[in-house]
T-cell receptor, first 116, second 116 residues
Framework: DAGVIQSPRHEVTEMGQEVTLRCKPI?????LFWYRQTMMRGLELLIY????????DSGMPEDRFSAKMPNASFSTLKIQPSEPRDSAVYFC??????????????FGDGTRLSIL | AQSVAQPEDQVNVAEGNPLTVKCTYS??????LFWYVQYPNRGLQFLLK??????LVKGSYGFEAEFNKSQTSFHLKKPSALVSDSALYFC??????????????FGTGTRLQVFP
């Protein structure tokens, strides 16, 4: 089991640039989550998908953020244009479909994003 | 709205002593509760969950948690702490409003420091 794979692990870029974060969920998992973690705000859920469909994007901070899941094995989180306040660690997590909705989420090791 | 509270930012304990990391919850209906651990530069890892049944739940790495409905608490415990248990611990509850989802609502985290 390869786990949830995120790339890149680290990203440093200048403000105004487009940033794309990538995630490969665990095979067979039907739910995918994007989180952001900062010292000030803790762990925030940005968006989550079920069967490739966005279910709740209420945590997406603003229109500069967008997320897609074109198929069951790949998702992207894009920031355009990026700003210094977007600097954070971004996590992707996946979980298997369960009608009773209590399967644990499996997290990737995150992308540490620094916007200069 | 569902929520969890972790009243302690940090817990310090000597190696070999018992440890407790506190969590209280506020939910409508029956709670689905979780504990996760985060080691430096890693994603969150699932430790244990309470769905129904025994109030004492056993999980990974010798951890257990006690569900107390009257006190609305779900404290994490371990009989004998190890230095390697030093990490950030998150309590979480499954979001259930306005419909059953597999979103988790995370607490702010408690940093556990185990001293040799």
């Amino acid at each position: 089991d390869a786990g949830v794979i995120q790339s890149p692990r680290h990203e440093v870029t200048e403000m105004g640039q487009e940033v794309t974060l990538r995630c490969k969920p665990i095979s067979g998992h039907n739910s995918l989550f994007w989180y952001r973690q900062t010292m000030m705000r803790g762990l925030e859920l940005l968006i989550y998908f079920n069967n490739n469909v966005p279910i709740d994007d209420s945590g997406m901070p603003e229109d500069r953020f967008s997320a897609k899941m074109p198929n069951a094995s790949f998702s992207t989180l894009k920031i355009q244009p990026s700003e210094p306040r977007d600097s954070a660690v971004y996590f992707c997590a996946s979980s298997p479909y369960d009608r009773d909705f209590y399967q644990p989420q499996h997290f990737g090791d995150g992308t540490r994003l620094s916007i200069l | 709205a569902q929520s969890v509270a972790q009243p302690e930012d940090q817990v310090n304990v000597a190696e070999g002593n018992p440890l407790t990391v506190k969590c209280t919850y506020s939910v409508s209906g029956n709670p689905y509760l979780f504990w996760y651990v985060q080691y430096p530069n890693r994603g969150l890892q699932f430790l244990l969950k309470y769905i129904t049944g025994d109030n004492l739940v056993k999980g990974s790495y010798g951890f257990e948690a006690e569900f107390n409905k009257s006190q609305t608490s779900f404290h994490l415990k371990k009989p004998s702490a190890l230095v390697s248990d030093s990490a950030l611990y998150f309590c979480a509850v499954r979001d259930r409003a306005p419909y059953n989802t597999d979103k988790l609502i995370f607490g702010t985290g408690t940093r556990l420091q185990v001293f040799p």
